[in-house]
């Protein structure tokens, strides 16, 4: 069996907006994840990648306040974050999902995304 100890597993915005059943995203794209099962089989394969000693990324989407990092005429879904304030560092729309919780020695970075 290969060593997955240099190895990297990526855990892509699991964060409240965009998969939470109120978040700015989430409410339109919840009923397709709970559909598919798609957070049931993310929470199996994060178990098993710990269990294997991988090293676990989670990245997720999150913005300054004022929202500096954006180009003048952003994506229309970065612009309805804008419009609405969403997905700030810090904020309950940035953070990753209760059930994916990052664990101490996990590395947590923002794709700031124009």
């Not at 709970?34 to 991988?54: H, P, S, Y």
């Not at 180009?71 to 804008?82: G, Q, S, T, Y």
């Amino acid at each position: 069996m290969r060593d997955l100890k240099n190895s990297a597993f990526l855990v892509l915005h699991y964060q409240n907006e965009v998969v939470h059943p109120d978040g700015l995203w989430g409410k339109h794209l919840f009923p397709q994840l709970k559909k598919n099962g798609a957070i049931e089989n993310t929470v199996k394969a994060l178990d098993a990648a710990r269990k294997k000693g991988m090293k676990v990324i989670f990245v997720h989407l999150a913005f300054k306040p004022g929202f500096p990092e954006l180009i003048e005429n952003p994506h229309l879904l970065v612009r309805d974050a804008k419009e609405k304030n969403a997905c700030l560092v810090g904020s309950w729309g940035a953070e990753i999902i209760k059930e994916l919780k990052p664990k101490d020695n996990e590395i947590l970075t923002y794709q700031h995304n124009p």
